[in-house]
Structures are given as structure tokens and as C-alpha cells.
Nanobody, 116 residues
Framework: QVHLVESGGGLVQAGGSLRLSCLTSVSILSFKFMGWYRQAPGKQRELVASIASGGSTNYADSVQGRFTISRDNAKSTVYLQMNGLKPEDTAVYYC??????????WGQGTQVTVSS
């Protein structure tokens, strides 16, 4: 069974930075995609960023140019570097993995709060 453990959330002022980490219990290369979703209160969960097994990345328009997804295969960890944070980035951020058979696993979530 795949386990995903997020860390790195917290409270930051607008314009600040945070780095989220997602540690997996299996090799990152086992997955077709890994990445991050977020869910703000009263809103649907939305995809923030993803990284494919081949290394290509994808970002939501709202974070393009501010957030960077990366991975360390040796550490089985995916990162989300978030710069220029805005109050509208406040949400619970969930790490996910998707297998080549399109099965998703989720982390427990980490809260990111950006104050104005």
C-alpha cells in the first residue's frame, strides 16, 4: 500500500514562501504522475501542479511562475516550492500519486495559510 506524508505547511505573510514536501513509501518512478491538489473552504479540490514520470511538469494558471514542483528520486520525495504567496493560496494542500492504471492515492493534507 502506498503512503504519502506531507510536511511544510504553515502560516506565512503575503509575498512569502513555503516549501511543501511529500514523502512516498515506494519509488516515485512507480507512478505515472505525482503532484499537489489544494482545497480551500467551500471550494472544490483543484490541481495545483503535477510532475510526470518522465519529468514533465504542469501547473494551474493561478500558480504558474510562482510555484515550482520538483522531485528527488533517491529520497522518494516530491516538493512544491511556493513563492510570492497570496491570501487566495490559503488552502489544505494534498499530495497525490497516480499509477499507470490511473489509481490515485492521497496524503493527509497540510494547511497553508497566507495572511494579508
Amino acid at each position: 500500500q502506498v503512503h504519502l506524508v506531507e510536511s511544510g505547511g504553515g502560516l506565512v505573510q503575503a509575498g512569502g514562501s513555503l516549501r511543501l514536501s511529500c514523502l512516498t513509501s515506494v519509488s516515485i518512478l512507480s507512478f505515472k504522475f505525482m503532484g499537489w491538489y489544494r482545497q480551500a473552504p467551500g471550494k472544490q479540490r483543484e490541481l495545483v501542479a503535477s510532475i510526470a514520470s518522465g519529468g514533465s511538469t504542469n501547473y494551474a494558471d493561478s500558480v504558474q511562475g510562482r510555484f515550482t514542483i520538483s522531485r528527488d528520486n533517491a529520497k522518494s520525495t516530491v516538493y512544491l516550492q511556493m513563492n510570492g504567496l497570496k491570501p487566495e493560496d490559503t488552502a489544505v494542500y494534498y499530495c497525490y500519486s497516480e499509477t499507470f492504471l490511473h489509481f490515485k492515492n492521497w496524503g493527509q493534507g497540510t494547511q497553508v495559510t497566507v495572511s494579508s
